[in-house]
């Protein structure tokens, strides 16, 4: 088994619940990523000996582990959350995906003259405090940024980048079948 140096880099990055990409504004992500990708059956067989499963999307790697009862509902009203977050940021824009560059006063700018695009922000679960609108896009921003689909690519006017894991969301949604009669 060859396991690369990076490795302990990877695991801290992955384990926070984070995605490693390959459109990453940071240069050290999308070297790892490279990394991963060249030693992607190696690192998935030593990361499942310590219980994570080194799991491939589409231009992005994340963890996943074998859950109990408790923590799959508690995931589950996770999924609520970021269903409502992905419908929010389809509403601001259709383009919004890998590669989409925005600002928050962007997003703003449209909840003011958007009714339906207000009434879906202020109906995102709050977790925390906030009151205003621009607090509840930050806090969205601030969670996208943290769990790695969105990148700070310039500090000066505040542009954010969608990362390639951004489609993780995308392909949970679109992996929801209901049956008919619901």
Same mark, same amino acid.
């Given at each position: 088994?060859?396991?690369?140096?990076? /490795?302990?880099?990877? *695991?801290?990055?992955?384990?926070?619940?984070?995605?490693?990409?390959?459109?990453?504004?940071?240069? /050290?992500?999308?070297?790892?990523?490279?990394?991963?990708?060249?030693?992607?059956?190696?690192?998935?067989? @030593?990361?499942?000996?310590?219980?994570?499963?080194?799991? $491939?999307?589409?231009? @992005?790697?994340?963890?996943? +582990?074998?859950? #109990?009862?408790?923590?799959?509902? $508690? %995931?589950?009203?996770? &999924?609520? +959350?970021?269903?409502?977050?992905?419908?929010?940021?389809? &509403?601001?824009?259709?383009?919004?995906?890998?590669?989409? $560059?925005?600002?928050?006063?962007?997003?703003? !700018?449209?909840?003011?003259?958007?009714?339906?695009? %207000?009434?879906?922000? &202020? /109906?995102?679960?709050?977790?925390?405090?906030?009151?205003?609108?621009?607090?509840?896009?930050? $806090?969205?921003?601030?969670?996208?940024?943290?769990?790695?689909?969105?990148?700070?690519?310039?500090?000066? #006017?505040?542009?954010?980048?969608? &990362?390639?894991? *951004?489609?993780?969301?995308?392909?949970?949604?679109?992996?929801?079948?209901?049956?008919?009669? !619901?």
């Amino acid at each position: 088994m060859n396991i690369p140096h990076q /490795t302990t880099e990877i *695991f801290e990055t992955l384990s926070k619940g984070q995605f490693i990409c390959s459109n990453s504004v940071n240069d /050290t992500s999308r070297k790892l990523f490279n990394v991963i990708e060249e030693n992607f059956e190696d690192l998935f067989s @030593y990361f499942s000996a310590i219980g994570f499963l080194l799991e $491939r999307g589409d231009e @992005y790697f994340y963890f996943t +582990r074998k859950e #109990n009862r408790v923590d799959i509902e $508690r %995931k589950i009203e996770q &999924a609520y +959350r970021w269903i409502d977050i992905l419908d929010f940021c389809k &509403a601001f824009n259709n383009s919004f995906g890998p590669g989409f $560059r925005f600002t928050p006063s962007d997003i703003l !700018v449209q909840v003011k003259i958007d009714a339906s695009l %207000k009434d879906k922000l &202020a /109906t995102i679960k709050k977790t925390g405090s906030e009151t205003s609108n621009q607090e509840r896009v930050d $806090r969205i921003i601030s969670d996208l940024e943290k769990f790695g689909m969105l990148e700070l690519e310039n500090e000066i #006017n505040q542009t954010y980048k969608v &990362a390639a894991s *951004f489609k993780y969301l995308e392909q949970l949604i679109v992996s929801i079948q209901m049956p008919e009669e !619901v």
